[in-house]
């Protein structure tokens, strides 16, 4: 049985009008370091430079620190480890930037945020980009190679994504409640 995608909930009152900050976040962190260094210089060359720029470094966040130390005292840049919000974050965004792994992907496709992708690809890694070149098809998000990643190539991705009207959304988030309608189904 096809369930759909599992998301979190959302709480309506949380989600104010899209005018926020840039979300940059790389997961679990522990391969990230590229995406975040290259972020914060392609910041200030991009249309978003006067947005809130959050740095979500994920659980293995030591990693990144000593790269965003010199950014750390500008007041329009947030670096943190998690934030137990994140989904409510993504509904406020201008623009989400991250590797695509499957829990950001539906997050962000919930939130229906602007996002640039950059997908984890070493070692053979592919199913990060594989999933986004299918959701950039369909228009849902503008894609970035890791081997062609600069500040000039993501800052050209960012305007993009982020000057773009996403389509109609054609993909079904409701998992967790189909789920437990098979479940009770089954039960009975």
Same mark, same amino acid.
Not at 105 to 132: D, H, M, W, Y
Not at 148 to 169: G, I, R, W
């Given at each position: ?13 949380? /989600? ?28 200030? /060359? ?13 659980? &293995? ?37 991250? &590797?695509?792994?499957?829990?950001? !992907?539906?997050? !962000? ?12 690809? &070493?070692?053979?890694?592919?199913? &990060? ?60």
């Amino acid at each position: 049985k096809y369930t759909g995608y599992v998301t979190d909930a959302v709480n309506g009152s949380d /989600i104010d009008k899209r005018d926020g900050e840039v979300i940059v976040s790389v997961g679990g962190g522990a391969v990230g370091h590229k995406l975040l260094r290259v972020a914060l210089d392609c910041r200030s /060359i991009c249309m978003l430079k006067d947005r809130k720029w959050f740095f979500l470094l994920g659980p &293995q966040g030591n990693r990144h620190c000593e790269l965003l130390d010199a950014h750390a005292m500008n007041k329009d840049i947030t670096i943190e480890r998690n934030r137990s919000d994140f989904p409510v974050m993504l509904h406020n965004c201008a623009l989400s930037l991250s &590797q695509g792994g499957y829990n950001t !992907i539906v997050e !962000i496709l919930k939130a229906r945020a602007p996002a640039v992708i950059v997908p984890f690809s &070493q070692g053979g890694e592919t199913e &990060q980009g594989l999933r986004a070149r299918l959701l950039e098809e369909r228009g849902l998000v503008k894609t970035l190679d890791e081997n062609l990643l600069s500040p000039y190539t993501l800052a050209a991705k960012v305007d993009s994504a982020f000057s773009n009207s996403l389509p109609e959304l054609s993909i079904d988030l409701n998992g967790a409640k189909k789920t437990a309608d098979f479940l009770l189904e089954w039960v009975a």
